[in-house]
């Protein structure tokens, strides 16, 4: 339950707020998602990574999502036109760039500035659950660690 506050109240000040920034009047329309609802679609080349639009599609600005991967899974290098906020609502997950690593446990909040090359992996033993926000369209751009582009997503290993 206490996720779901989480959720709702980031969720609230982050779309209210990139809304407000845009238009430069006020929000007039709530908008609600329950996580029950809706169906879970695989991460393409990430096996054991699923996500969840709550508001928008991806691909459609902006966007909030839920992503849930499997203890150990790990997404390949990539990065996005957009910075992405995070909040973990179960599990460990941790944010990785070159030379620096950054995680967050249940409540762990994490921004990843536009174009930042990164990669996501779900450690300890538990699956972890995070809420994903971007004020543009959710893009993902498959690199490698040092941002040069590769062709074809590789899926990501386990434990790695």
Known sequence: MKFV???????ALLVGSAALAKEKKPVR????????QGAWSDIPGVPGAQ??????????APTDLIIRLKSGVSSPWHSSVESIYTLAGEGEFSMLKTGEKTSAHPGGFIRMPANMVHKVR???????????HTALPFDIHIVDEHGKPVAEAKPAKKGK
């Open 5 to 11: 506050i989480r959720i709702v109240m980031l969720s």
């Open 51 to 60: 996500m969840k639009p709550l508001h928008a599609e991806p691909g459609r």
């Open 29 to 36: 329309a709530m908008e609600s998602a329950n996580l029950e």
């Open 122 to 132: 779900c450690a300890g033993q538990q699956d972890c659950v995070v809420f994903v």
